[in-house]
C-alpha cells in the first residue's frame, strides 16, 4: 500500500507545482494589484484600434489602420495622433479620488440621475483586443476639479480628475489633423510646379536635386528642399469644406498654381491647388490626398512667384571629391598640368610625380566648389565663338582613375566633370561645364586661384632633414664662413675664427632642416635677385659629403617675402621673414673688450658722488 499512498503524494505535489506554474505566477502581487485596482480603467493601449465619443446626438469615430490614425465619423480625415495619444495617456493614469458603490446606487434609485449617470450625454469606448466597457461620463461633482463617472457594466460611481473629459469633449474638427500632410521631406523623390512662369519639374539625383522642366539643370539643394517644407510642414489654420461642390468661390475651380510631390514609386502624388485669398493673411487651398479646402497662411502663395533661375545651384561646378583621382590644368598653349591623388596627399603626375602642394590643391577644390556664378548668361551653349568658349584659355578635368578593370569600370583614367573658361569681360570670365548646356559668368579673379605654371604646384616643404643629419655647413653673405660636425656633435671651424654661438647654430639648423616656403612664385628670372643672392647656405647630409644641397636667398619681394631657389628644383619660391632671419644669425660670439683702467680702480682713489638730475 506504500507505493500507492507515495503516488498519490506525487499527484498532489504535482497538481499544486501546476497551479502555482499556470495560476499564481499571472496573478499580481499586492503593490500591483492595488494600483490596477486604483485606476478607472486598465487596458493595453498597443491593442487598441479604435476610440468612440458618443456626445448626445453627435458622434466621432476614430480608427487606426496602418499604424495612422483616421477620422471616419462624421466626417472622413486624416485624424490628429497627438491628440488621441493624449486620450489613452490620461486614461492610462487615470485614478479613482473616491468610490460610491454599486450597493449605495441601488440604495437610492435617485442617485445615477442625480449624478446624470442614467441617461448620460457623453460617453468614451475603446474598441480592441482586452479594451475596457465603455465609459459614461456624469456632471461636476461637488470637489473643485472632479466629476462623477461609471462603467456600463457597473452601476459603481467613481469620483475622478476632469482631465480625460476635457480631452473629448470636443468638435470633430478638432481630432482632424492640422497638418496638412504626414509626407515628409526625406520621402519626396520629384516635384512638380505649376506657376503663372510655367511648368517646372524636379527630380532626386542621388543626393541632389536636378531641374529637368523647362531647361536640365543641377538643382540648389537647399532651395528646393525649402520649397518642399512649405508644404510638408504647413499646418492647416480652417476646415472650409469638402472638395466635390463648386469651387469657383474658392478660386480652385481654375486654381493660380499648384505643386505635387511625389514620393518613390507613387504616380499620382499628392497635389496643393492654390486659389483666391478669403482674408489677407489667409489662402484656400485644396489637397488632393485628403479631399478637402482648407486655409493656410498667405506665406504659401510664396510658391507662384518661383522662377526657374530660383532653384538653379548657383555653384559653379558640383565635385565629387570621393572619387576624384586626377585633376588636369590644361592652359591654352602651355605645358599641361596632371595632379593625381596619393591617399591622402597629391602629386604632379605630368612631372614624374614629385610631391606637389596637397594643401593648394585641397584650396583650389575648395574654392571651386564653393564658386557662385554671377549671373546664367545663356541656356543653349550655341555661339560658343561669342564667349571664347570654342577655344577656351584654360580648361579643367576632374577624373576618377582604376588600375585594374573591374565589373564597374575600366582600367584608366574615367573623367566626369569638365570646366572650361573662355573670354574675359569687365569683372567677369565665361565659364561652361562641359555636360551642361549653358555658359554662366564668374568673378575673373577666380583666375588667379587657378596656377598655370607647373612650378607653382611643387611641395612647400623645401628640405625634409633632421638638424643633426647636416654634417658640413657653410654661410656665405659678406664673407664665407664654413664649419663642419665634430666627433663629440659640437661644431668646429672649417673656415673662420672666433668663439662658435652653438645656440645660433642649432636655431639654424632647426630652420633649414626642416625649410618650408610660402608660395612658389614660377620661374626665376633676374628680378629676383638671386644671380647675386644677400645669402647662400651650402650643407651635406652625409659624413663624406657628397650629399650636397644649396640654398640662395636674393631680393625682398613686394609682400614683404624673399625670393629663394633650392638648386636641386627648378623656380623660385618665396622665403619668410622669420625664416630668413633664423637663417642668418650671427654664428661667432662677439670677442669681449677688457675695460680701460680708471682711477675709480687706483688704490686710495676718492670718488665723488654724482648729483641726481634735477626736473
Do not use: C
Amino acid at each position: 500500500m506504500k507505493w500507492k499512498t507515495t503516488l498519490g503524494l506525487l499527484i498532489v505535489t504535482g497538481a499544486v507545482f501546476a497551479y502555482m506554474w499556470f495560476v499564481e505566477r499571472n496573478v499580481p502581487d499586492t503593490e500591483e494589484a492595488n494600483r490596477r485596482a486604483g485606476k478607472v480603467v486598465n487596458f493595453d493601449r498597443e491593442k487598441i484600434d479604435g476610440v468612440v465619443i458618443q456626445n448626445g446626438d453627435n458622434k466621432i469615430d476614430l480608427r487606426r489602420r496602418d499604424k495612422k490614425w483616421r477620422l471616419e465619423t462624421p466626417i472622413k480625415d486624416q485624424a490628429d495622433s497627438s491628440a488621441i495619444d493624449d486620450i489613452l495617456s490620461d486614461l492610462e493614469n487615470w485614478q479613482k479620488d473616491a468610490t460610491i458603490s454599486a450597493k449605495e446606487i441601488e440604495a437610492d434609485k435617485n442617485k445615477l440621475t442625480e449624478f446624470d449617470l442614467n441617461k448620460p450625454k457623453l460617453k468614451l469606448k475603446l474598441i480592441g483586443p482586452g479594451a475596457p466597457p465603455e465609459i459614461l461620463f456624469g456632471k461636476d461633482s461637488a470637489l473643485e476639479g472632479r466629476i462623477y463617472v461609471r462603467l456600463e457594466n457597473s452601476k459603481a460611481v467613481f469620483i475622478v480628475p476632469q482631465s480625460v473629459k476635457k480631452e473629448i469633449d470636443k468638435k470633430a474638427e478638432d481630432f482632424r489633423d492640422k497638418k496638412l500632410t504626414d509626407l515628409i521631406m526625406a520621402q519626396v523623390q520629384r516635384v512638380l510646379l505649376k506657376t503663372p512662369a510655367g511648368e517646372m519639374e524636379l527630380q532626386r539625383q542621388g543626393d541632389h536635386w536636378e531641374i529637368i522642366k523647362p531647361l536640365r539643370a543641377r538643382g540648389d539643394d537647399q532651395k528646393i528642399d525649402d520649397l518642399i517644407a512649405q508644404v510638408t510642414t504647413a499646418h492647416i489654420q480652417k476646415f472650409i469644406a469638402d472638395d466635390k461642390g463648386d469651387l469657383h468661390q474658392y478660386g480652385l475651380a481654375e486654381p493660380r498654381g499648384s505643386i505635387t510631390l511625389f514620393a518613390e514609386n507613387d504616380k499620382q502624388g499628392q497635389a496643393l491647388q492654390i486659389g483666391s485669398e478669403p482674408e489677407k493673411d489667409q489662402t484656400y487651398v485644396r489637397f488632393s490626398s485628403r479631399g478637402f479646402v482648407y486655409t493656410l497662411p498667405k506665406k504659401i502663395e510664396e510658391l507662384l512667384n518661383t522662377k526657374p533661375n530660383d532653384l538653379r545651384d548657383r555653384h559653379l561646378v558640383r565635385i565629387d571629391t570621393k572619387v576624384l583621382d586626377r585633376l588636369t590644368i590644361d592652359p591654352a598653349g602651355k605645358q599641361k598640368i596632371v595632379l593625381a591623388r596619393k591617399v591622402e596627399d597629391w602629386t604632379i603626375a605630368s612631372k614624374n610625380n614629385p610631391a606637389a602642394n596637397s594643401s593648394e590643391v585641397r584650396r583650389l577644390l575648395d574654392t571651386l566648389q564653393n564658386e557662385q556664378v554671377t549671373r546664367f548668361v545663356e541656356d543653349v551653349a550655341s555661339n560658343l565663338p561669342r564667349y571664347g568658349l570654342d577655344k577656351p584659355q584654360l580648361q579643367l578635368t576632374f577624373s576618377s582613375f582604376a588600375s585594374e578593370n573591374t565589373a564597374e569600370t575600366k582600367a584608366g583614367e574615367q573623367a566626369f566633370a569638365t570646366l572650361a573658361f573662355g573670354k574675359v569681360e569687365g569683372d567677369e570670365v565665361y565659364a561652361r561645364v562641359g555636360d551642361e548646356p549653358f555658359v554662366v559668368g564668374v568673378r575673373k579673379n577666380l583666375l588667379d586661384h587657378i596656377f598655370t605654371d607647373p612650378l607653382q604646384w611643387q611641395d612647400l616643404a623645401i628640405f625634409k632633414f633632421k638638424p643633426d643629419q647636416i654634417h658640413h655647413l657653410a654661410v656665405a653673405m659678406d664673407r664665407e664662413i664654413s664649419l663642419v660636425r665634430g666627433a663629440n656633435n659640437e661644431w668646429n671651424w672649417a673656415k673662420g675664427d672666433g668663439p662658435i654661438n652653438q645656440t645660433n647654430v642649432q636655431s639654424l639648423l632647426n630652420t633649414l632642416s626642416t625649410l618650408h616656403g610660402v608660395r612658389w612664385t614660377g620661374a626665376t628670372v633676374p628680378q629676383q635677385g638671386l644671380e647675386k643672392p644677400q645669402l647662400t647656405i651650402t650643407f651635406t647630409t652625409s659624413p663624406d659629403d657628397k650629399a650636397v644641397h644649396k640654398l640662395r636667398v636674393g631680393a625682398n619681394a613686394p609682400d614683404g617675402t624673399w625670393f629663394a631657389k633650392e638648386d636641386e628644383r627648378d623656380g623660385t619660391f618665396q622665403l619668410s621673414t622669420p625664416d630668413f632671419n633664423a637663417l642668418r644669425l650671427p654664428l661667432v660670439n662677439p670677442t669681449p673688450t677688457s675695460p680701460a683702467p680708471s682711477a675709480a680702480g687706483s688704490p686710495g682713489a676718492v670718488t665723488s658722488p654724482v648729483p641726481a638730475p634735477t626736473r
